[in-house]
């Protein structure tokens, strides 16, 4: 049983004379007995030829193990084509599986040889997703002024029934594509684009610059559907592209996502935000309300990318957060036009419970004659009080109560008046208590 695989490059299952075998591809032989394991296996030669011998009488049936890239022509051209003979059409009709032959019998010995395979790539479909630049030519693709779109969903449909069969979005600079189709009547839906774009007018230029995408309808402009695509085989269609714009009135932003947290260790409360398109944008506004969600006031700004459809990414920090108390944050995103939108309100709480202080402190010379050095450091005001304590546990000195100034604070303590011996420096900096000991020699 054999004879040829070939590539059926036009697909009408018929081999032309221009068209090659195929090499090195798998083709297993299985007898009806048994559908799970075959009898034999064997790969095409170098023109596509194949062919199992030695079998004993029987039903059999081949399998050709396609390629990913490639999928079986039409099957029997020579059924309904009374000029196509038997040994010139593929006979991989699927009956027994996919990619499977129908049965083939050998009685008394005889051989088959008119069982072939052709085969054609798959086509594909896709391009691009741009955003048109108000300053150039309007609905039509202009390489290097038109920004390309990442993120923008499409998804294909069968063109027979309707039902979708693949989902893709645009990526690595704005390019769809939908692969692995057969020859075929197609169509794609566009959604999820950003929310300040629209579609712009389809079919204004030339097929490969233009917008293939029509809007739903006049009110429904985010959403659209091409016509009908009739894809030939092995065809790759690269010519139908989305072209969105700027809808009136509205900041070109699309803010991917914003939220804060509290960052204990320093005291301070840092935003973050992160954008996922920018259009002409100038600066972010920060602003605060503290307690009451009505009082916003600004705190900052931070400077905006101008243009750019990657994921973006900003931070603010805000350092007066340091009251227990509930902060609330919203951003407003200003464009070159002075236009302005506002971002949803997050909110922080920071409670008494959070506060931490980082604190160092040394305690210089020791020991000592007549005087010694207590010097602090503190990263925020903090109440200081303290006292010199002998072997007793009476106190003979008391420090002058104060606040300490975050940064770096010296106190001066004079011994020169205390018998020799060994003292507890006992210091207190807002709740937390400190001990250390001192000695005084003479």
């Given at each position: 049983i054999g004879d040829y695989i070939w590539h059926d490059a036009d697909g009408n299952g018929i081999q032309d004379p221009n068209e090659t075998g195929i090499p090195n591809i798998p083709v297993e032989l299985y007898k009806t007995d048994n559908l799970v394991i075959p009898v034999s296996f064997l790969f095409t030669g170098s023109q596509g030829e194949f062919c199992f011998t030695g079998l004993d009488d029987g039903d059999y049936f081949i399998k050709v193990i396609v390629p990913d890239t490639f999928m079986t022509t039409l099957p029997l051209a020579s059924v309904n084509n009374p000029f196509v003979n038997d040994n010139q059409d593929s006979d991989i009709d699927h009956s027994n599986g996919p990619n499977t032959s129908s049965i083939i019998t050998i009685l008394n010995g005889n051989s088959?040889?008119?069982?072939?395979?052709?085969?054609?790539?798959?086509?594909?479909?896709?391009?691009?997703?741009?955003?048109?630049?108000?300053?150039?030519?309007?609905?039509?693709?202009?390489?290097?002024?038109?920004?390309?779109?990442?993120?923008?969903?499409?998804?294909?449909?069968?063109?027979?029934?309707?039902?979708?069969?693949?989902?893709?979005s645009s990526q690595n600079?704005?390019?769809?594509?939908?692969e692995d189709l057969a020859p075929?009547?197609?169509y794609l839906k566009i959604y999820d684009i950003p929310d300040s774009t629209i579609l712009v007018q389809p079919?204004?230029?030339?097929?490969?610059?233009?917008?293939?995408?029509i809007p739903v309808s006049a009110n429904v402009e985010n959403i659209g559907f091409t016509q009908m695509i009739y894809l030939g085989v092995e065809e790759h269609n690269m010519n139908i592209d989305a072209g969105l714009e700027v809808a009136?009135?509205?900041?070109?932003?699309?803010?991917?996502?914003?939220?804060?947290?509290?960052?204990?260790?320093?005291?301070?409360?840092?935003?973050?935000?992160?954008?996922?398109?920018?259009?002409?944008?100038?600066?972010?506004?920060?602003?605060?309300?503290?307690?009451?969600?009505?009082?916003?006031?600004?705190?900052?700004?931070?400077?905006?990318?101008?243009?750019?459809?990657?994921r973006l990414y900003y931070t603010f920090d805000d350092l007066d957060a340091?009251?227990?108390?509930?902060?609330?944050?919203?951003?407003?995103?200003?464009d070159l036009n002075g236009d302005e939108s506002k971002s949803n309100i997050i909110a922080i709480e920071?409670?008494?419970?959070?506060?931490?202080?980082?604190?160092?402190?040394?305690v210089y010379p020791i020991p000592t004659s007549d005087n010694f050095t207590l010097e602090i450091k503190n990263s925020t005001d903090q109440e200081f009080q303290g006292f010199l304590i002998n072997n007793l546990?009476?106190?003979?000195?008391?420090?002058?109560?104060?606040?300490?100034?975050?940064?770096?604070?010296?106190?001066?303590?004079?011994?020169?008046?205390?018998?020799?011996?060994?003292?507890?420096?006992?210091?207190?900096?807002?709740?937390?208590?400190?001990?250390?000991?001192?000695?005084?020699?003479?």
């Open positions: 088959v040889k008119n069982c072939d395979a052709g085969l054609h790539l798959y086509g594909s479909i896709g391009n691009i997703v741009w955003l048109d630049d108000p300053n150039g030519l309007p609905s039509r693709y202009e390489p290097g002024i038109d920004m390309l779109i990442d993120g923008v969903t499409i998804q294909l449909y069968d063109g027979v029934d309707s039902l979708m069969m693949k989902e893709t600079g704005g390019i769809y594509l939908f075929g009547a197609y079919y204004a230029a030339a097929p490969g610059v233009d917008s293939d995408f009136e009135g509205t900041v070109p932003i699309e803010l991917f996502d914003f939220w804060g947290e509290r960052i204990v260790d320093e005291e301070i409360n840092r935003l973050f935000w992160i954008t996922d398109l920018e259009i002409n944008t100038d600066y972010f506004i920060v602003e605060r309300a503290i307690d009451q969600i009505h009082t916003f006031e600004e705190i900052g700004i931070v400077g905006a990318a101008g243009n750019s459809s990657e340091k009251s227990p108390g509930i902060y609330y944050y919203r951003i407003w995103t200003v920071v409670d008494a419970s959070s506060r931490e202080t980082d604190i160092s402190y040394k546990g009476q106190n003979v000195r008391k420090l002058n109560r104060k606040v300490l100034p975050n940064g770096t604070n010296t106190i001066g303590v004079n011994v020169a008046d205390l018998a020799q011996g060994q003292y507890y420096l006992n210091f207190y900096l807002g709740e937390e208590q400190y001990i250390e000991k001192i000695l005084v020699v003479h």
